[in-house]
């Protein structure tokens, strides 16, 4: 199992959704196969937006970190932030844009206080590279390093609810028993409070 498999199952048939830093919108193409949903991608890269063209997908060419001027208040019932968080220069900008413009929002992001990153980084004395954060620090485009717990009080500080939560540690759900400590990557669900 992985992260879209967790998302794919968190929206319903026919929704519309907005994914942010699509790539090149294998997620989209999912979610249009298997949910019939109305999507539409915003992506930064040009090789990316090809491929999303090339499939058919509709796409913003766009730059994160500014915003979601061009979409309307409550425009979508799903917006998707996955595995970027981390790499925009302000996230609850961001975050607070989602939510203005979808209803419900689903981020999900490495766990950077997993078990494997703090023993990496404890007993290595060097930053982690891992499955779950393959990058050397002089290369990575992740420019904020943070973990299930500070998303939690993030949330809190904004006034949303996560009203979901899916815990994963290489391709399996974990019980939500220590995650910030277990999880390697966390999926969550977000509504306006």
């Not at 994914?19 to 989209?28: A, E, I, T």
């Amino acid at each position: 199992m992985n992260v879209f498999d967790v998302i794919v199952e968190m929206i319903p048939d026919g929704a519309t959704v907005l994914d942010l830093g699509c790539d090149d919108c294998s997620l989209l193409e999912r979610l249009h196969d298997e949910r019939h949903v109305h999507g539409r991608g915003v992506e930064i890269d040009d090789a990316s937006i090809q491929e999303c063209i090339r499939k058919g997908i509709s796409v913003f060419h766009g730059n994160l970190d500014e915003g979601l001027k061009d979409h309307p208040t409550g425009s979508y019932d799903y917006v998707i932030l996955s595995r970027t968080m981390q790499q925009v220069r302000h996230p609850h900008v961001l975050l607070d844009e989602m939510v203005r413009v979808g209803r419900n929002v689903i981020v999900n992001f490495p766990n950077f206080a997993s078990l494997i990153n703090r023993i990496q980084l404890g007993l290595g004395g060097r930053m982690p590279v891992n499955k779950n954060i393959p990058y050397s620090w002089y290369d990575t485009p992740n420019i904020h390093f943070f973990t299930r717990r500070d998303f939690v009080d993030l949330c809190r500080e904004r006034g949303l609810t996560i009203t979901r939560e899916v815990f994963l540690h290489r391709g399996r759900i974990l019980p939500p028993v220590l995650p910030n400590l277990f999880a390697t990557e966390v999926c969550c669900l977000v509504t306006k409070s």
